[in-house]
């Protein structure tokens, strides 16, 4: 066999691990998974993938037995395609498994249960005060520009992961102020993008509802390291 047939043959093989975690790259919020870590995991996926369709392959029609790894040794052996099929399924049921322990930061809760970690999984501060351990963040809040004396006040709609140079928010229903005097106010609008440098504002937190500010507190989560 040529080496290109065994490269078309092994990317046959790995197709369900390919197409779980390219699931996961797409829907994933905490961070960009390089090229190295995408190709293990699609390894390891695709080994998960079989190996969990090996107690139901009895049931499915087309399948006597799984031939994955012995297809994958000996180049002799002809894939089963509807094997690569099911296992595909599976790759997307699993993915978006994945992507709901990732987002929702569920596997840092469980070790943090276990007493594994104390880490959240946050890639930096901000990503853990603003995506509240995957949860989100809907909270009103304030973004004050001290350099121009501006106050925004809204509800968070969307924002940035990175924040290497600029924070990046977009907030509904936004009444801006004055810093000095916050009573001031300068206009309101439905939605604005902001773009901030990180070293020039300051947010605080309100909980709200339609705009009011509510006097509960939001409850405060000790303090842990962030990755």
Known sequence: MELSDLVIRIIILLLPGFICMS????????????NREYIIYTIILSFT???????ISKWLPKISKITFFDALLDTN???????????????LVLGII????????????????????????????????????????????????????IVYGGQVL?????????IELVLLNVIVTTNSNRNKIIREMKKVYLKLPTDKIYIEVRGAVDGKENTKKRSKSKSSKTE
């Open 23 to 34: 699931l996961i790259r797409l829907l994933i919020s905490k961070r960009n998974i390089d």
């Open 49 to 55: 993938c079989y190996l969990s369709l090996h107690p």
């Open 77 to 91: 052996i002809a894939i089963n395609k509807y094997e690569v099929f099911y296992a595909s399924i599976i790759a």
């Open 98 to 149: 994945l992507t709901i322990f990732v987002n929702k930061g569920l596997f840092y809760w469980l070790f943090r249960k276990a007493r594994i970690t104390n880490r959240t999984g946050a890639t930096s501060v901000w990503t853990e005060f603003i995506d509240d351990n995957g949860k989100g963040f809907e909270d009103y809040v304030y973004v004050v520009d001290f350099e121009n004396d």
């Open 158 to 166: 969307n924002y940035s992961n990175d924040t290497k140079d600029n």
